[in-house]
Each structure stands twice: as C-alpha cells, then as structure tokens.
Nanobody, 124 residues
Framework: QVQLVESGGGLVQAGGSLRLSCAAS????????MGWFRQAPGKEREFVAT????????RYTDSVKGRFTISRDNAKNTVYLQMNSLKPEDTAVYYC?????????????????WGQGTQVTVSS
C-alpha cells in the first residue's frame, strides 16, 4: 500500500509561483509513474502533469505547458509540481497520484493511489 501526502498549496496572486510536494510512503515509489491532477469547484478532475519512474519522461496538459514543471526525487520518495506564472483559472484542489506502471499518459484510470489534495487559490 502506498500513501500520498500533498503539501505546498496556498493563496497566491496572479503571476506568482507555488511548489507543490507529494511525499509517498512505501518502498516501491521509485518504480511508479506519478501524476498531478486538479479539480475546480463544479468541474471534473482533470490531468495536469505526469512523470515516469525514472524522471526522464514527462507529459503536461496544454494549458500548463511552459508554466508548470513536474519532477521527482526517488531518494526522498517525493514528487514536485513547480507552478509559475499562475493564473486565476489554475485555482483548484490539486491531487497527487501514483500508478503501478513505469510511465503513464495521464488518464485517471492509470493511477492506483491518490492523496487527499491541497488547495491552490490564485487571486486576480
């Protein structure tokens, strides 16, 4: 069993930056694909970014390309989401997810483990 705990959310002005962290328990973290999703009020959960087990493969949704960067430190069992140039439309609860596969495409069903979420609010 893998447990995921997100941190780093908060309130920031448009144009600002935040870095989300997701700490994972379990010895098999380094073999999992990891991802970030988000869910705004009244909307479905959507894919943001994903990273393969080695960190060499990443994928982003179009709306965050060039602004967000996903990375991981397998020695620390942690995955990060660096968010720059934040916009009000980035406001959502951000969820960390882990999948028992080497690489993922960002489809929700690929991920087996989920964190509890962290709120990100971007003011205009």
């Amino acid at each position: 069993q893998v447990q995921l705990v997100e941190s780093g959310g908060g309130l920031v002005q448009a144009g600002g930056s935040l870095r989300l962290s997701c700490a994972a328990s379990g010895r098999t973290f380094s073999s999992y694909a990891m991802g970030w999703f988000r869910q705004a009020p009244g909307k479905e959960r959507e894919f943001v970014a994903t990273i393969g087990w080695s960190g060499s493969t990443t994928r982003y949704t179009d709306s965050v390309k060039g602004r967000f960067t996903i990375s991981r430190d397998n020695a620390k069992n942690t995955v990060y989401l660096q968010m720059n140039s934040l916009k009000p439309e980035d406001t959502a609860v951000y969820y960390c997810a882990g999948g028992r596969i080497a690489r993922a495409m960002g489809v929700i069903d690929e991920y087996d483990y989920w964190g509890q979420g962290t709120q990100v609010t971007v003011s205009s």
